[in-house]
């Protein structure tokens, strides 16, 4: 159900809902950036791209944990933020959802109800010295590949083009040991949390955002993360980096040529008919 028509109301909705996260970020001074597919809109498109309906935010760590304890404690019955540390859930990094309006997500057969969301992606410092880079960029993948296998139950798309051969390996390992059986979940996330806030935001030359698409592929000097300015998105004005060229390029290549029609990366959401 991914007609044009059907993706342009999800686009309001989601551009609605991120006027509400700007606007929080603007009233308690916190830094955002646009990451990964709404950088790229903006820059291609000025807005959404046409077949795509989503927005990431990101944050440096400070700037995220406390972005999440206002929305945590705000007076709003439709506006939640789902995160494991506050949440019973499976929630990693933070989405901020708006309970107001019901959608269906028709990736499975039970066309389960679920609400838009927003995903906020946590920036956090990777070290300077090159060796040190490595074994930690090594851990993360380690952890954040411990935490799939313990996920293992909620379902997994194996397709994923953004899983690595090896990743898609441990996977298929993972579902004949039955590994979420015995990684617990909740344990899994705290670890990773642990390891990403390991090196200091503020403190480091460089930054990353491990919970992206692309993990340590989206690692930048900080500067690419840290010098901003706005940018059309739509009918309003979004913050991205100035280096969009270069932040761009890492992720996408050819980023201004859009991919052929069968590698279009869409979110399989609809409306939920009343």
Known sequence: MHDQKNIRKLQQIELNLAKK???????????????GGTMLGAIRHHGFIPW????????????????????????????KLLDFRFNNNHDY??????QSIELVNNNVASKETIYPWIDIFPLDGMPAN??????H??????DRALLKLSQLSNGVALNNPYRTSLEKL??????????????????????????LRKYSYSNCPFAVNFMGAYKLNEMFPRKIYDQL???????????????????????????????KENDRDKHNVGMKQS
């Open 170 to 195: 441990i996977i298929k390992i993972g579902l004949l040991v039955r590994s979420d059986k015995f990684l617990k979940e909740q344990k899994m996330m705290q670890v990773l949390d642990r390891d």
């Open 229 to 259: 300015k706005s940018y059309s998105f739509e009918d309003t004005q979004f913050m991205g980096t100035v280096f969009y060229d270069e932040y761009l390029k890492q992720l996408y290549g050819n980023y201004m040529q859009p991919p």
């Open 21 to 35: 996260i700007i606007s929080i970020c603007e009233e308690n001074q916190i830094k955002y950036i646009m990451l």
């Open 137 to 142: 960029g090594t851990r993360l993948m380690m």
């Open 52 to 79: 795509d309906d989503d927005i990431d935010f990101g944050m440096s760590r400070n700037d995220y944990d406390k972005f999440c304890q206002i929305v945590l404690e705000l007076n709003d019955d439709n506006l």
């Open 130 to 135: 090159k060796v040190l880079r490595k074994l």
């Open 93 to 98: 990094p933070a989405k901020v959802i708006d």
